[in-house]
């Protein structure tokens, strides 16, 4: 919970995520939300870890699952100070993996807002693939902003394990 307090109360991770502040946000709110995530069952909620250094950089998280058409959304956010190091598209590798291998998804999808390209290209370094724009999805501080929907989908993982760049690679 300590590790991820300067991700929540970071104004910069709030836009690129879009979310308003509703002013509610402090430690006991937010732990007493962490908390309940054991009790929830449509979703996976996942700490991000920095192997070199065993902190705590972020969180992961395959939810909004539809066991009906074996989909689910995905969503990552790391601590300010951690982009570009690469833990972010490892995260999502291992994360959408673990939702094609072990838990028989489909399809995983996500939107990504217009103004945060860098999340976008991780997202392509994992294999999703643009399928369109959400146009004026978000209001932020009075400017509208497109989100694009992206996906990728299990016969391509199995194809190309999250590296669409490499040819004949099998995850595994």
């Given at each position: ?91 999502t ?35 999703f ?20 929907v ?23």
């Open positions: 919970m300590p590790a991820l307090m300067p991700m929540l109360m970071d104004a910069e991770t709030s836009r690129l995520t879009g979310s308003h502040d509703d002013g509610a946000l402090d430690e006991g709110r937010i732990h007493a939300w962490y908390d309940s995530r054991r009790q929830q069952d449509d979703r996976l909620d996942l700490a991000v870890v920095d192997l070199a250094t065993g902190s705590v950089v972020g969180e992961a998280v395959l939810n909004g699952w539809d066991p009906g058409n074996e989909s689910c959304s995905f969503r990552i956010c790391l601590v300010p100070g951690t982009y570009g190091s690469g833990l972010g598209t490892e995260a590798r291992l994360t959408v993996g673990y939702g094609f291998e072990k838990l028989g998804l489909h399809r995983i999808s996500l939107e990504v807002y217009a103004f945060n390209p860098r999340a976008r290209r991780a997202y392509e370094k994992a294999g693939v643009a399928e369109g724009v959400l146009r004026d999805a978000l209001l932020w501080e009075g400017e509208r902003v497109d989100a694009t992206m996906s990728i989908l299990a016969p391509e993982w199995f194809q190309h394990g999250g590296r669409p760049a490499a040819t004949g690679h099998t995850a595994g």
